[in-house]
């Protein structure tokens, strides 16, 4: 949809007149997207762009391309963003993922030209906060306990490879953005992965179980964020 939307969009751009305009609509409100987009190809020619989706949130827009890749990148160039800023995602990513019980994607970094993007394996699936009221109501304690645990053992690990990134302001590390990233398999009913780590850094247990439902009205009715901290207490206390 977000690339139907984009292509009328620049569809559009093409009658303003002033080009230094244009440009800039292209660049602000449209992200650069079909230059993004082109750079791809490009550079991966063995893959099917035929069946590309795009997708907007956060910081970054992205395309998921065949259904097999992800590619992700900031809707913004910054010159200014250090490497090692980039790079971030992909040292939590690595050091976290032996600890997590659900499936944490490898992120490898491509970059093309003056843009970096985030390439990792496509998760067929449906994320959690899309399903409706009764579903989620239906298997949240299913849901908690698998939430709970991936919190506890995540939070608490302690990967001498990003030690450096810890702060005195946390107590362990959060993905901080679980809310709009838990992939459900719609056969099993089960998460099955965690994607989109961008926001995650060392801080507080409260914060990471409040975003657990605090992007989503329809899952904070539901009343599954009291069952994760109930779930969760039991795990602290084993």
């Known amino acids: 949809m977000w690339m139907i939307f984009f292509r009328f969009c620049d569809f559009l751009y093409r009658f303003v007149p002033n080009k230094r305009r244009r440009d800039y609509l ?3 409100k449209l992200y650069d997207w079909y230059r993004k987009y082109m750079a791809l190809k490009h550079t991966f020619p063995e893959l099917n762009f035929r069946h590309t989706k795009m997708v907007k949130g956060g910081w970054n827009i992205g395309f998921i391309v065949d259904k097999k890749y992800v590619f992700k990148v900031r809707k913004q160039v910054d010159s200014t963003i250090p490497h090692d800023k980039i790079v971030r995602q992909k040292r939590i990513t690595d050091a976290l993922s032996p600890y997590s019980p659900l499936r944490i994607l490898n992120t490898e970094i491509v970059k093309i030209g003056e843009y970096v993007f985030y390439k ?22 299913i849901w908690a306990r698998q939430i709970a645990d991936f919190i506890y053992k995540i939070h608490n690990a302690r990967p001498s490879e990003i030690a450096d990134l810890q702060t005195p302001d946390g107590d362990g590390w959060n993905h901080n953005d679980l809310c709009n990233n838990m992939i459900i398999n719609p ?3 089960k998460i099955i992965g965690v994607i989109d780590w961008e926001y995650s850094g ?9 975003n657990c439902t605090r992007f989503s009205n329809t899952m904070r009715k539901s009343g599954i964020g009291d069952i994760i901290r109930v779930e969760y207490d039991k795990l602290s206390k084993k």
């Open 120 to 141: 990792y394996d496509f998760i067929p699936g449906k994320n959690l906060n899309e399903f409706g009221f009764k579903t989620i109501i239906k298997h949240r304690k």
């Open 26 to 28: 292209r660049q602000v």
């Open 202 to 210: 060392w801080g507080t247990l409260e914060t990471e179980l409040d």
């Open 187 to 189: 056969k099993t009913m």
